[in-house]
């Protein structure tokens, strides 16, 4: 699994506003949207193309533009939702699936409550977008579901990474059929006792949308 940390200075920056705990939530949404967009610069470097001859109103010349199928991107609810835009607005072509998740909170595993992807993912690369990679079992849930349909490509896309987090998908699906890319913007020092990123940013659900019932 490639796992890429882009440096970037604005990246650190808004990432710094994004945790502090001062910061509400249409900010902390509109940094999340923002985040999305500079790291789907990186996300999508390798993004598949055709190529596509075009005529300057100079000489003909042939550029490239996106193959289809389009790429899919599945945001995982809640929280994954506030990256969605930001990810869309570089993307526009591309298709939306939706995977609901929560983490019980007890024993941090995942249980899935919503899923709405195409059937066949045959040949199609998919962007995964979740803020937060903390045990890593939420995405690495979401991976084989996609790989279970077929997606040949995958690019999972979160704002910040435990080091926990990293290692298990790594373990997961490192060894998959398929490419699996981790962008994240951070990576941070560790999970404390109940399973949050340390010094990480809280509850990502509820700084974007408020508490959950
Ligand atoms: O790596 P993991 O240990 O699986 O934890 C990460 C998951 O936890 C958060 O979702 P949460 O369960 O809080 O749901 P929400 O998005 O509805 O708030 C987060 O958005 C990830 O989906
Ligand atoms: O730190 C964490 C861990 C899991 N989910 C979150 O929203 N934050
Ligand atoms: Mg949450």
């Known amino acids: ?57 100079v000489a003909p010349t042939t550029g490239i533009k996106l193959s289809n199928p389009k790429p899919l991107v599945v945001p995982i609810l809640r929280a994954g939702l506030g990256m969605l835009e930001g990810m869309v607005r570089l993307l526009p072509s591309a298709e939306v699936g939706f995977l609901g998740m929560q983490r019980d909170e007890e024993t941090l595993e995942p249980v899935t409550y919503a899923n709405r992807l195409p059937e066949d993912l045959s040949g199609r690369q998919v962007y995964v977008l979740d803020p937060m990679l903390a045990t890593g079992g939420s995405m690495a849930d979401a991976i084989h ?69």
């Open 145 to 213: 579901y996609l790989l279970e349909r077929g997606a040949d490509d995958i690019t999972a896309v979160c704002l910040l990474a435990a080091p926990e987090g990293i290692a298990h998908l790594e373990e997961s699906v490192g060894t998959a059929a398929c490419p699996v890319t981790l962008v994240t913007g951070a990576i941070d020092e560790r999970l404390n006792e109940v399973g949050y990123i340390v010094p990480g940013l809280g509850d990502a659900g509820d700084r974007l949308y408020g508490l959950a019932q």
């Open 1 to 57: 699994m490639r796992v890429i940390n882009p440096d970037h200075r604005l990246i650190a920056h808004k990432l710094t506003y994004l945790r502090d705990e001062r910061t509400d939530s249409p900010t902390f949404r509109r940094l999340a949207e923002e985040l999305m967009t500079l790291l789907a610069y990186e996300a999508t470097r390798e993004v598949r193309v055709e190529p596509f001859a075009i005529r300057t109103p």
